[in-house]
């Protein structure tokens, strides 16, 4: 099962600081998680710029030039926030019971661990 899902908010805890023009400290949203590269993509954080060669839409407009969009960052440099506290946390799971139309399952539930100092 999987620490980090589309979705969730983390923050980059490794990297330059954003004083030194990094990224570390910044919070956003994972837009995608790339499972083969043990990579995840996250809204807001590790931009680069992209230079894509001119062409032409069917409608005749331009397409192209200098594009910036955010690059995939491994996914040990980011955690979890906890949604009570804003900071991050570590992941955590346990098994709950949910009883549905007289069935009873067991399922595995993600819960953020107790989030004391910044990691």
């Known amino acids: 099962m999987a620490n980090i899902k589309k979705g969730d908010l983390v923050q980059v805890i490794s990297g330059r600081s954003q004083a030194r023009g ?55 440099n980011v955690a979890i926030v906890d949604p009570e506290t804003k900071k991050p946390t570590r992941v955590g799971f346990r098994e709950e019971q949910i009883t549905k139309d007289g069935v009873t399952k067991t399922v595995r539930v993600r ?7 910044d990691i």
């Open 111 to 117: 819960y953020a661990k107790k989030s004391g100092k």
């Open 22 to 76: 990094g990224d570390r400290g910044k919070q956003g949203k994972v837009i995608e998680v790339l499972v083969a590269e043990n990579r995840v993509v996250v809204q807001g954080v590790n931009f680069v710029t992209k230079h894509v060669r001119v062409g032409q839409t069917q409608r005749g407009s331009k397409t192209g030039g200098i594009e910036t969009h955010e690059a995939p960052i491994h996914v040990s």
